[in-house]
């Protein structure tokens, strides 16, 4: 990647901070609210938002739903951007192979929490800081290297997945034989890819 920087310009105002915070329940942790005229000034939190491909002006309040929702619950948090929050935003314009460099320059930055889309993203975000808060949504975060386990995740990384990996499907089927005992046939759809990674959970959960 030859100009990994913020393809958008940083939301205006000071962003330098006096003392870092983590800032993540959900995203982040909520900071006071009331009137700004009975407050102390609030203190700057810097997200850095990762994309592996595409526009980075999608990335806002008035874009689609997934972010439109994730800066309303900002928000509600007490986290606006242009007030007490900057967002950074990246794209990796679509190039795995450059993705290390961008997660290595967003590091030496610093911001508060990194918010990586995708599991390659989450990856080299993860290979490139063990301390730094990160925030995904990808798949199998055990098999990818991004969790121990799920009982006990570890490390630095936090999110959502619509796919645990094949552990959590022996667990279901587990769960099936404990809530209806006398079930003697479980019927398992699936892609045929998915298959082999998933027949040995499930055969040892059904024994």
């Not at 450059?98 to 030496?108: C, K, N, P, Q, S």
Request: with cysteine.
């Amino acid at each position: 990647m030859t100009n990994p920087r913020p393809a958008t310009a940083r939301n205006q105002g000071n962003i330098g901070l006096t003392r870092r915070r983590d800032f993540i329940s959900g995203l982040c942790l909520a900071t006071a609210t009331g009137p700004a005229w009975a407050q102390a000034p609030a203190k700057q939190h810097r997200m850095a938002v990762i994309i592996p491909a595409g526009a980075v002006a999608s990335i806002s309040d008035r874009g689609p739903p997934f972010w439109r929702t994730i800066f309303e619950e900002l928000r509600r948090l007490g986290d606006v951007e242009g007030q007490n929050l900057a967002v950074e935003r990246y794209s990796g314009d679509g190039r795995p192979d450059g993705y290390a460099e961008l997660t290595h320059e967003i590091v030496d930055r610093n911001p508060d929490v990194i918010v990586a889309l995708s599991t390659p993203v989450a990856s080299a975000a993860r290979a490139a800081t063990g301390t730094i808060p990160i925030v995904w949504t990808g798949v199998e975060p055990v098999r990818f290297g991004l969790v121990t386990s799920l009982a006990r995740p570890g490390g630095n990384i936090t999110g959502v997945t619509v796919d645990a990996g094949s552990g959590i499907w022996g667990k279901r089927l587990q769960i099936i034989k404990e809530t209806v005992p006398s079930a003697s046939k479980v019927v398992y759809l699936g892609m045929r890819a998915d298959w082999e990674a998933r027949i040995t959970e499930l055969l040892e959960a059904g024994r």
